[in-house]
C-alpha cells in the first residue's frame, strides 16, 4: 500500500498516527509497476509493503547477518484456525514482521537499528530526491505533467527518453548491470548531437502519465 503522511519530517516515516493509506495494491504486478513508476519519474510513493500470505508468515530469514537487523519472529508458534484461518495473534505478528518491527515501542524501539540510522540520517535531508508525492499528484496540488515536462526539456529525464526511442526496456538500462552499457551507448549519441525532441518529451510524459493514472484509477483508495 502507499501511504500519505501529516508530518512531513522524514526521520518520522515510520511513525503510523501521522499516516493515511491512499492506494492499496492488490496484486505484486500493480505494487512493481508503482514501483517502477515511482523510480523512473522520481515520484515519492510512500510504499509500503504488507504480506500475510502463508509463505510469508512462515519463512524465517537464514541470513545471519540479515537476521540480526530484522525482526523477524517465529511464526510457526501461531497456529491457524481449525477453518484454516489466520488468528488475529497470528495477523498482528505478520503485521509487525512486515513492517520490520518499528512501529513498537512507539518507534523507539531498538529491535531495527536499520531503521534508527535511515531516520537519523533523512532528520539531516531537507530533500529526498523526489519531484512530488503520488498523494500531491492525486489531490492536484501538484501538476505532475507539466513538472516532468519541465524536467525532461531541461535534460534531467535523457536517460529515459532516449530508451524509450530505441525500444530500450528499463530493467536493461538501469538495472541487472546493464547501466553501464547503456550510459556509453547514451553519452555517444549525445556526441553525435542527439537531443530529445519536442514530439520525444510529449510522448514520454504522456505514457508515463497514461501508466500512472490507470494504476491509481485501480488501486485508490
Avoid: C
Amino acid at each position: 500500500y502507499s501511504v500519505s503522511d501529516t508530518n512531513k519530517d522524514f526521520a518520522s516515516l515510520e511513525r503510523l498516527d501521522t499516516q493515511t493509506i491512499t492506494n492499496y495494491y492488490n496484486t505484486q504486478e500493480q505494487y512493481d509497476e508503482m514501483e517502477q513508476l515511482g523510480t523512473i519519474a522520481s515520484i515519492s510513493l510512500g510504499l509500503q509493503p504488507l504480506d500475510f500470505t502463508p509463505q510469508s508468515m512462515q519463512t524465517q530469514n537464514l541470513d545471519q547477518d540479515s537476521a540480526r537487523d530484522t525482526f523477524n519472529p517465529d511464526m510457526s508458534v501461531y497456529p491457524k484456525n481449525e477453518d484454516g484461518t489466520y488468528t488475529k495473534e497470528d495477523l498482528f505478528m505478520s503485521f509487525l514482521k512486515a513492517s520490520g518491527g518499528e512501529v513498537l515501542a512507539g518507534g523507539d524501539t531498538k529491535i531495527n537499528p536499520i531503521i534508527q540510522s535511515f531516520r537519523e540520517a533523512m532528520a539531516k535531508e531537507s530533500f529526498d530526491g523526489s519531484l512530488a508525492s503520488l498523494d500531491d499528484i492525486m489531490t492536484g496540488k501538484v501538476d505532475f505533467a507539466s513538472l516532468l515536462k519541465g524536467y525532461a526539456q531541461d535534460g534531467w529525464l535523457d536517460a529515459d527518453i532516449y530508451a524509450m526511442e530505441k525500444g530500450i526496456k528499463w530493467q536493461n538500462h538501469i538495472g541487472y548491470g546493464g547501466g553501464a552499457w547503456f550510459e556509453r551507448e547514451l553519452n555517444q549519441a549525445k556526441a553525435n548531437g542527439w537531443k530529445a525532441s519536442s514530439e520525444s518529451i510529449n510522448s514520454y510524459v504522456n505514457s508515463i502519465m497514461d501508466r500512472l493514472n490507470n494504476l491509481i484509477g485501480q488501486t485508490r483508495v
